[in-house]
Structures are given as structure tokens and as C-alpha cells.
């Protein structure tokens, strides 16, 4: 793997700079994580350095297609790093805040049953860099319209807990180069058990997730397969020891699916298990984006309803999930499946019109 700008640190950009004054180091860190610009935007930087840098300094990541829906409000991205895998970033606005979700794996190894990426395989994990680099080009996009970023959910392509060092070192990216305070940082799971553990004694006090989207075992096996691995009681477990070392609320997210997991009795399983972390958990209702080439359904918006309010009897604060980018694929893994799509039918419309060219 190659490492971009966003590997380096700061002794390492002094190295590059090749015994310069201090105040040039300040004015790379500053263009990197101050203005997320490019070198050759850095004016205050003598222009023989600039060109220097933008040899020195490559990015991580090459825009393939941008997507851009609700209204301007939904920015998404799709990415190709140096060695040819691909990997998506939404930039959602919101009037109170604006959230990049970022992907921390190109692909993914967890095959749940209603899910783009999932369905499209595990390729490798993505580096410190990389992962940082999304939010930084994210944030240059939102400066543009007058925003600033304020929350990151790593809720992207792959599962964060299963890389968690290079995940780790990009919170702390964020957190102190970026500026984004850790409790504006979300880190999602399927439940892999070992990388809750590994968040309960990370320094910087990042939230918790847990796409759970089942409250039985048995249920929820072909759903999230990685449960036979680690079932239900071990997941609430880790969750428990989580909320005693952190005194973070762990939220749940439960995508809605009809038939499956979205009953009275899926809605009072669901909170049962919420009641036994103190305190309860938050679970946050998703509406599935429709995925291509997939069966499964997503519940009407009526049903959704119907379940929050049955949650909210059994005492459970839940909330509904805006649904941003439906008509842009921004179901994870959409976008990127989209462009293979339209590459495949640009090679087979180049091989017929070759075939039946004239000789």
C-alpha cells in the first residue's frame, strides 16, 4: 500500500522539506488539515516548493463519480485508490450540522444479507491516509458552501472494528489535525466483539454503534452471519463493559426490513435487550435504501413509524433515520456497483460496435 499525504506526519513532512524553517512546516500542516487544499494552492509557499510538493505529496484517492442529490445536500463519492480498488464517502448537510461517513475497508468481509458492499466481497483494508484523506476532501467540498464538518460516522464501506489500528490513528487524525471533536466521531460495528473491547480503552471518548437489525440469534444468523461468531449475548457483553469503562450511550441501528424485523414482537425483543444496558440504549431506525439486484424489502414508512411508537411505549428512545440519496444509490456499495455496471455496458457497446464494424 502507498502511502499519501495524510500518512505523514509532522517530523516527516520536516524531513521532506529538507531542513526548511519551522514556519514552513506550519504552512504545509496548515495547507493539509487547516485548508484540505492542493500544493499548488499553498501561495505562501515559494512556487519552485509548491511544485515540489505536489510531486512529494500525492493523494491517496482520484475522484471516479460524484453524485449529488437533495438539493445539494448529499454529496456522494466515489473513490479510486492507488492500487485500483474503489471505496465511497457521503457528505450529508443538515441544517444543524454537517456529517461525513467515511469507509474504512475497500469492501467488506461481513456478507450482511442487505447489503451493497457486503454483497460485493472484501478486498483489503484501507490505511491511516486513506481513511483520512475522505474527510478531508469531504470538508474542502463543505467549506465551499459556506459549512464546516461536524460529525464523522465511520458507518461507510467495510467494518471499522476489524482494522481498528489504522481506524484508531485516523480518530486521532481527525481529532487533533482536523479539529472534529471525538464525540462527534461515530464508530460502527456488526458486533465484532473483540474490536468493542478494543474502543472501550481507546483514549479519545469516540462513540459507539451496533448494527444489530436483530434481537435473536436465530434471526439475526442469516442476517449479520458474523453473530454465529459472536451472538448476542456476547455483543450486549461487550456493549455493558463498554458503557461502565466509557459512560458513552451505545446506540443500536436497526435497518428495517419487511417481514424480517419489523413485527410487534421484533420491537419488544428489541427492547428487552436495550433495557439491559443502563442507561438504555438509543436505536436508530433505517429505512433501507433500495439495492440493485437484491430481494430484500424494505418496510413501508407507515410500518416504520408504527415501530417507533411501539419502541417508544416500551420506554426506548428511538428515532428514524432521514433517508438521503435514494435516487443517487447511497445505500452503501451502490455507487461503486453502479460505475462496474456502466463500465461493463461501456466494454460491451465498444466490443459490438467493433464486431459489426465494416472491414
Known amino acids: 500500500m502507498s502511502r499519501g499525504r495524510y500518512d505523514l506526519s509532522r517530523s516527516e513532512i520536516a524531513e521532506l522539506l529538507n531542513g526548511a524553517p519551522r514556519y514552513r512546516v506550519d504552512q504545509v500542516w496548515e495547507g493539509l488539515y487547516r485548508d484540505c487544499s492542493e500544493p ?7 512556487t519552485g516548493l509548491r511544485a515540489v510538493l505536489s510531486e512529494a505529496l500525492p493523494r491517496s484517492l482520484v475522484e471516479v463519480l460524484r453524485s449529488v442529490s437533495d438539493d445539494g445536500q448529499t454529496i456522494k463519492y466515489l473513490w479510486e485508490l492507488a492500487d485500483g480498488h474503489r471505496i465511497e464517502t457521503v457528505l450529508m448537510l443538515y441544517p444543524d450540522r454537517a456529517t461525513v ?12 444479507s442487505f447489503c451493497a458492499t457486503g454483497q460485493a466481497g472484501f478486498s483489503r483494508h484501507l490505511g491511516v491516509g486513506e481513511i483520512v484523506e475522505q474527510v478531508a476532501l469531504a470538508r474542502r467540498d463543505a467549506a465551499a458552501m459556506s459549512r464546516r464538518v461536524s460529525n464523522i460516522v465511520f458507518m461507510g464501506m467495510g467494518e471499522p472494528l476489524a482494522n481498528t489500528e489504522p481506524v484508531f490513528e485516523a480518530c486521532r487524525k481527525i481529532h487533533d489535525d482536523l479539529g472534529i471533536s471525538a464525540r462527534s466521531i461515530t464508530v460502527s460495528t456488526v458486533g465484532v466483539v473483540p474490536g468493542i473491547r478494543a474502543l472501550a480503552e481507546f483514549e479519545l471518548p469516540v462513540n459507539l454503534a451496533v448494527s444489530l437489525h436483530s434481537a435473536d440469534d436465530s434471526s ?6 458474523i453473530n454465529r461468531r459472536y451472538p448476542l449475548d456476547a455483543v450486549i457483553g461487550a ?17 428495517m426490513i419487511s417481514g424480517v424485523n419489523d413485527r ?13 444496558l443502563e442507561p438504555s440504549a438509543h436505536v436508530n431506525l433505517i429505512p433501507l435504501n433500495p439495492t440493485p439486484g437484491y430481494a430484500t424489502v424494505g418496510s413501508a414508512l407507515a410500518v416504520v413509524r408504527g415501530f ?7 420506554g426506548v428512545n428511538a428515532t428514524i433515520r432521514r433517508n438521503r440519496g435514494t435516487e443517487i444509490d447511497a445505500a452503501c456499495g451502490q455507487l461503486a456497483a453502479q460505475a462496474v455496471t456502466i463500465g461493463r455496458r461501456a466494454d460491451t457497446n465498444r466490443q459490438t460496435t467493433s464486431s459489426t464494424r465494416p472491414t
Not at 220 to 225: C, L, S, T
Not at 239 to 252: A, E, I, K, N
Not at 308 to 314: I, V
Request: glycine share 2%; with cysteine.
Open 239 to 255: 456493549c455493558q463493559d463498554y458503557l461502565r469503562q466509557r459512560r458513552r450511550r451505545v446506540s443500536f441501528e436497526w435497518a
Open 264 to 276: 410487534a414482537e421484533d420491537a419488544e425483543r428489541l427492547a428487552d435487550l436495550c433495557r439491559r
Open 101 to 112: 461517513c467515511v469507509s474504512s475497508q475497500a469492501g467488506c468481509a461481513m456478507a450482511c
Open 40 to 46: 499548488d494552492q499553498w501561495t505562501t509557499l515559494p
Open 308 to 314: 417507533q411508537r411501539r419502541l417508544e411505549d416500551l
Open 220 to 225: 439475526r444468523d442469516p442476517i449479520v452471519p
